[in-house]
């Protein structure tokens, strides 16, 4: 059984900084992709980045690439998510989501076959 856990979420001031990680356990294929979601209080769920294993990277539309960087270690089946310049409108949970076998699918949270209990992310003054 495949296993997410996220970790990393805490509380920041504007402009501040964090590192999420995601380790994940339990996963059968050696192709695989995950991805980074937020959802803040009030809204929808929403995709913003995910990576294959084959390094692969797909972006949301509304991704900030100058800001959050992806990445991930396939040996120790863990995903990152480095977080610069945090906003207040940063604020949300972050999960991490997993397809197991196959090439990164649109950033639905529909299209994922496991997920994380998430991880909080505030930026306050």
């Known amino acids: 059984q495949v296993r997410l856990v996220e970790s990393g979420g805490g509380s920041v001031g504007p402009g501040g900084s964090l590192t999420l990680s995601c380790a994940a356990s339990?996963?059968?294929?050696?192709?695989?992709?995950m991805a980074w979601f937020r959802q803040a209080p009030g809204k929808e769920r929403e995709g913003l980045v995910g990576?294959?294993?084959?390094?692969?990277?797909?972006y949301a539309n509304n991704f900030v690439e100058g800001r959050f960087h992806i990445s991930r270690d396939n040996v120790k089946n863990t995903l990152y998510l480095q977080m610069n310049a945090l906003r207040p409108e940063d604020t949300a949970m972050y999960y991490c989501?997993?397809?197991?076998?196959?090439?990164?699918?649109?950033?639905?949270?529909?299209?994922?076959?496991?997920w994380g209990q998430g991880t909080q992310v505030t930026v306050t003054s």
């Open positions: 339990g996963i059968t294929s050696s192709a695989n992709c």
């Open positions: 989501a997993l397809v197991y076998r196959g090439s990164c699918p649109a950033l639905r949270p529909d299209l994922f076959d496991a």
């Open positions: 990576m294959h294993t084959d390094d692969r990277k797909l």
